[in-house]
């Protein structure tokens, strides 16, 4: 079992720059491949960024450039890194543990363990 808590969301305006955590217990990150995934009201949940055991970094095409995922496996931590907010990025975040293959990395259901989220408001 892996536990996940997500931590650093919060309101900020246009422009700015929030840096979201997910600290996990229970078992080390270094052998999965974590994601964030991020859920606007009354919309479904929505692949953000993954990194693999190796460190390879995949994005969804809107994030590119503007988030960063990374980790810390001495702190079995994984970060999002978000400059360039938007408004539309306002959501839920979510932070997930799994072993997705490459082509699989964002669906849902190749995740195994959820955090509980952090909610992010990006003010125009």
């Known amino acids: 079992q892996v536990q996940l808590v997500e931590s650093g969301g919060g309101l900020v305006q246009t422009g700015g720059s929030l840096r979201l955590s997910c600290a996990a217990t229970g078992r080390t990150i270094s052998t999965y491949t974590m994601g964030w995934f991020r859920q606007a009201p009354g919309k479904e949940r929505d692949f953000v960024a993954a990194i693999g055991w190796s460190g390879r970094t995949y994005y969804t095409d809107s994030v590119k450039g503007r988030f960063t995922i990374s980790k810390d496996n001495t702190k079995n931590t994984v970060y999002l890194q978000m400059n360039s907010l938007k408004p539309e990025d306002t959501a839920g975040y979510y932070c997930?543990?799994?072993?997705?293959?490459?082509?699989?990395?964002?669906?849902?259901?190749?995740?195994?363990?959820w955090g509980q989220g952090t909610q992010v408001t990006v003010s125009s």
């Open positions: 997930a543990a799994g072993r997705p293959t490459a082509q699989a990395m964002e669906f849902m259901t190749s995740y195994d363990y």
